[in-house]
């Protein structure tokens, strides 16, 4: 996305959002009332910016991305183009009567992002779901449960085939619950209840 400084803002920001004057707001993107975008983060064109929707410092929404109320992103995480968070679980037009749903005839349910998580181009995930720190969604993939730290998903519906490092980098088993990541040289460790943790 060159060519474009840091705090300019070519989308529709509505009044009452909060945008970091330090953020980049791209062309065609749009940004509703009650949400937050956090410092240096990024909001590719044509994204989506739900009401009440938060976003984290230094995050990237890249092109054509939507993100529905009341998701949350935390700090440094990325959402590929053309991903979606969605916010209805059991998504209607109508009423059983036939009567057309009107806002309080649902209740919104919300993706969660943790710090530096991953969400891939096109990928879908399916509210409510909580994706751990550092999880990689895979381009495609359909997430329709929570997702583990340091997780890496795949397919649909996705599930998950390896471990991924703050790096992105799959990680590589060393001995018996160990892992390396062979871009940075970390280690981490499975405990016993299938939970990833680096070593100090």
């Given at each position: 996305m060159s060519g474009c400084s840091i705090g300019v803002r070519r989308g529709q920001i509505d009044h009452g959002a909060f945008v970091d004057p330090t953020a980049n707001v791209w062309d065609l993107a749009q940004i509703r009332s009650s949400a937050?975008?956090?410092?240096?983060?990024n909001?590719?064109?044509?994204?989506?910016?739900?009401?009440g929707v938060?976003?984290?410092r230094r995050c990237k929404v890249q092109n054509l991305a939507q993100i529905f109320e009341p998701a949350v992103l935390e700090d440094g995480t990325f959402v590929g183009p053309g991903a979606i968070l969605t916010n209805d679980r059991f998504p209607r037009a109508v009423n059983p009567d036939g009567s057309l749903k009107r806002v309080s005839d649902w209740q919104p349910v919300g993706v969660y992002v943790e710090t530096g998580a991953s969400i891939g181009a096109g990928a879908v995930c399916v509210a409510p779901v909580r994706i751990g720190r550092w999880a990689m969604i895979a381009a495609g993939a359909v997430l329709a449960g929570d997702a583990k730290p340091y997780g890496l998903y795949v397919g649909v519906p996705a599930q998950q085939v390896g471990w991924v490092g703050p790096a992105g980098v799959r990680l590589v088993p060393n001995q018996e619950g160990s892992f390396q990541c062979p871009a940075t040289n970390r280690t981490f460790l499975l405990d016993g209840e299938g939970f990833l943790s680096e070593l100090p």
């Open positions: 937050i975008v956090g410092a240096e983060s909001i590719g064109r044509a994204a989506y910016i739900g009401s938060v976003v984290g």
